[in-house]
Structure formats: C-alpha cells, structure tokens
C-alpha cells in the first residue's frame, strides 16, 4: 500500500515538473518575442521604403474565389480573394540563436513598412478580416489581405445571352513609382479559375495576369507599375434559353405567320395587335437585364419584329379597307362582288359575300413576298445568335 502511494507521489511530481517546464519554455518564448520586437522596431520607421539596395522587389498574387456581377445593367461586378504581397527588409533581420529559436513573428501592419498596393479599378473595396504582416528571420516579409472589391466591367452584349465578357483588375502603387519598388506578379497565382466559385449565371474560362509599365513625363525616367489579372467568362445561356430566346424566336416566327392569313381577315389584325403586345413585353423584359437593348443582336432582332408587325398590321387594314369598300359601290366588274339571294327562317334577304378581283391580287403578292424576305432576316439574324454558343 505504502509502495502504491509513492508511486502516485512520483508520477504527480514528473507531471508538475513537465507542466512547470513547458511552461517556463511558454514564458522564456513569449519573452524573447517581446524582446525581438522592441529591438526590432527601435528607430524603425514604417513610412520609409528600404530602398538601400536599389528599389523593392515587390511580388504580389491575387487568389480569387469568389466572383459575381452585383448590378449587371450598370456593369458592376465583385470579386473576393486574398490579395498576396511578398518583400525583403532588411531592417528586419535577426539572429534565431540570440532569441531563444524564433524563426518568424507576426507584427502589426502599421508598425513596418508596406508596399502600397491598390485596384485601380474599383468602385469599393471591403477589407474582410484585419491583417497582420508575417516576419521571418532571414527580412523576407508576407503581408496576406482578404479583400472584397467591387469594380467596373466594360461589357460587350452584342451577342447576348450566348456572349463572352472578360472583366480587369488592376492592382498598382500611386505613391511608388519604379524608382522605389518593382512590382511582378506571381507565377503561381492568377493563372486557373477552374477553382473560382461564380454566379449561376456565368463560368469562368480563364484568369490571366500581365505586367504593365505606364510612364508620365513628370515622372520621368521612372514609371507606373501595374498588374493586370484578366478574368474571362462565358455566360451560362441555358438560365435565359428557356425565358427569353425561345419566345422571342416563336413570337418572331408567329408574326412571319401573319402574312399566310387571308388578305383582308379581320382577324389578322388582331392577331398582329396581340403580337404586337408580346414583343412590348419581350423587349421590357430585356431592357431589365441588359444594359442597352440595342447593342444586341436579339433585341434588334426584336425591334425588327416590331417593324415587321407594324407592317403587317397596316397590310391587313389597307386590305380589309379595299375589300369592305366595294360593297357600297357594288361595283361587280372590279370588286367581284356575288350576291346570292337566301332565305332563312322565312325571312328573305340579301347576302353580299365580297372577294377581291384580279385587280386587287397584288395586296396578296405582297404578302407572299413579304414573308420571304422578312424570313430571310429573320434567319440571318437567328443564325448570328446561335453561332455564339460554340
């Protein structure tokens, strides 16, 4: 029993004396951390670029995640994404051996120097958690940024909803010009948007970065640097397909339909009207979710139905007019008017069923020609949309 008892002593002692170690170890690094910072920081001035061995080499990456457009008719689109910086100072070199093994601290990014890096572009930008700058032993420095921005995209709808957009951030430095850093971006960012989430109503294709150098002559010899990370997409047309394309082709198709009707139907006219009415809706339908209805080739595809509607309309009321009119001159020559005596329900009366003459067959040639040359148009135009899909 007396053996069990100092067991249990021994063990609780080795677990003190563990947990005293560590613990002494936590306060020895915590207090060379301490230590390394004031040292560090001692005369230290962050608005001062260490500019010692000739400008910063400064790289940056921008690794997106997300993208959307916000307000497409006034080509507003966001993106979210850690937006990477990497330099050397050499102000902040220390030796491991002299603070107990510390490899890398985390500073506050007010205390050092950082590059100033901006998108150009945007309209907003939301920085979505407070970043820290990352120190290493060696001078190398990372400063990482979750941001959200929100820019302009400069659309071309010509071919909508089959087109393809490809929409520019661009980060630079209005405070350093090459003379003070030298900005490159990273090879290993920016280069694949299979891995970016987007909107249902586009995929991204592709996420291309460039380089580019801007020189002003108040600047001169030194100039501008900025990166460019080109974002390619493509629409999603099956979104659209179903509520937009497909009843503005039928509806276009129908209106082709009016110039099979008879010449001088009644109810031409109101078919045209009722068409008419569609297409109204159609187009206020697209004026909602492009910027400008006329810059595609499917609103002015259905502006031309309006034309050819329009037309239509005023055919079949010349006609109806021509045909009713001759009723009241009784002109049997040129209207061919027949008249047929019937009696119904012992009643006797007067039936005039009126047709055009010969002289007249020309309102009906023109809608024979009509309907093809509206449908070439029309298919001309249709095969422009479609050839976008590939």
């Given at each position: ?316 009321v010349v006609s109806y007019n021509i045909k009713n009119r001759g009723t009241s001159i009784l002109t049997r020559k040129d209207y ?16 005039a069923e009126k047709t055009l003459s010969p002289k007249f067959a020309w309102l009906r040639y023109i809608d024979v020609i009509s ?20």
């Amino acid at each position: 029993m007396f053996a069990l008892k100092m067991n249990v002593l021994m063990i609780i002692t080795i677990i003190m004396i563990m947990s005293f170690g560590i613990f002494g170890e936590t306060i020895s690094k915590t207090n060379s951390e301490t230590k390394l910072i004031a040292d560090l920081l001692a005369g230290y001035h962050p608005k001062v670029a260490p500019t010692d061995n000739g400008p910063v080499q400064v790289k940056m990456g921008f690794d997106m995640s997300y993208f959307d457009f916000i307000d497409e008719p006034k080509e507003l689109a966001i993106a979210h994404g850690f937006v990477y910086r990497g330099w050397n100072d050499h102000r902040l070199q220390w030796n491991e051996a002299d603070y107990n093994g510390t490899r890398r601290i985390n500073l506050d990014r007010n205390t050092v120097w950082v590059p100033h890096i901006q998108a150009a572009n945007s309209a907003k930008v939301t920085e979505l958690l407070e970043s820290q700058v990352l120190v290493f032993s060696t001078g190398r420095v990372r400063f990482y940024q979750s941001l959200q921005i929100e820019f302009l995209c400069d659309m071309d709808l010509t071919y909508f909803p089959y087109d393809k957009q490809s929409c520019n951030i661009e980060f630079g430095s209005s405070l350093y010009t090459t003379e003070h850093i030298n900005l490159t971006a990273s090879p290993n960012r920016g280069t694949n948007g299979s891995r970016v989430n987007s909107a249902k109503d586009f995929q991204i294709t592709t996420l291309d970065v460039q380089r580019s150098e801007k020189s002003f002559r108040f600047i001169a010899p030194y100039s501008f640097v900025d990166v460019t990370y080109t974002i390619g997409l493509k629409r999603v047309s099956s979104v659209y397909r179903a509520k937009l394309v497909v009843p503005s082709v039928l509806t276009s198709f129908l209106i082709l339909a009016t110039f099979l009707l008879p010449t001088a139907s009644k109810e031409k006219i109101t078919f045209c009207s009722n068409m008419f009415l569609c297409l109204l809706l159609l187009i206020a339908f697209l004026h909602t979710t492009v910027t400008s209805t006329v810059e595609t080739i499917l609103g002015q595809l259905l502006a031309f139905s309006l034309f050819v509607d329009f037309f239509a309309t005023i055919m079949a009321v010349v006609s109806y007019n021509i045909k009713n009119r001759g009723t009241s001159i009784l002109t049997r020559k040129d209207y061919g008017i027949m008249l047929q005596d019937t009696t119904m329900d012992g009643d006797s009366g007067m039936r005039a069923e009126k047709t055009l003459s010969p002289k007249f067959a020309w309102l009906r040639y023109i809608d024979v020609i009509s309907f093809i040359g509206f449908s070439i148009v029309f298919v001309i135009g249709l095969a422009a949309i479609l050839n976008q899909r590939e």
